[in-house]
Every structure is written in C-alpha cells, then in structure tokens.
C-alpha cells in the first residue's frame, strides 16, 4: 500500500498534525545604549593644523570636512566631532587628549550624553 502524502492544503480548517505545533519564544527587547557626543573646545594656542590633524587621524575625516570643523571650533568655541558609544567616545576623548598633551598644546576634548 502507497501512502500519499498529505498537504495543508488536505486538511480540514481546525484540524492539526501533533509534529507541526511551533512553539514561539519571545525575547526581551534590549534597550539601545546611549549615545555620547565627542566635542572639540576652542583654544587661543593650538594651530589650526594641528586640529585639522587631530579631526583626520582620530575621527577619519577627509581634509575638507577636518577644516570645516576646525572652522566651526574656531567660530563658534565648540563643535560635534563625532557621536560614539561611551567607551569609543572615552577612548576618542582619551587619545585627543594625550595626543595634544605630547604636543604641548592646550587642546580640549570632551564628550557628553546625546
């Protein structure tokens, strides 16, 4: 005897196959981190090159986006450089810093939540 097999589509409306039940498990949505702003503080000693050098080398900004920004820091006393988790904008911050510190000049960055 050949059995044939039977389809969805075979079934009355109601009726269930024991081996097709699908068990669904929900998961607990997990909260997104929060977001810190890494900003650049405007000086009266540190060159302008040395900006745009520190926007191209830790934050990966073409030369023309570095002195834009610069140009806003300069402007305005401050400017976004870059919204990371907190420990990237830490070590951003951190690396800024001492970057500007072996260079001895008096350059402020800092970050803040978004």
Do not use: W
């Amino acid at each position: 005897m050949i059995q044939q097999p039977i389809h969805m589509s075979d079934k009355k409306d109601g009726e269930r196959d024991g081996d097709a039940a699908v068990v669904v498990q929900t998961r607990p949505k997990t909260k997104r981190p929060p977001l810190y702003k890494v900003l650049l503080l405007n000086d009266d000693y540190t060159p302008m090159e040395f900006v745009v050098h520190v926007l191209e080398r830790f934050f990966g900004m073409s030369h023309a986006q570095a002195f834009e920004i610069m140009l806003t820091v300069h402007k305005k006393g401050l400017a976004v450089v870059g919204v990371f988790s907190h420990e990237i904008a830490e070590t951003k911050v951190t690396q800024v810093m001492d970057f500007a510190r072996r260079h001895q000049h008096p350059l402020q960055c800092t970050m803040e939540k978004e």
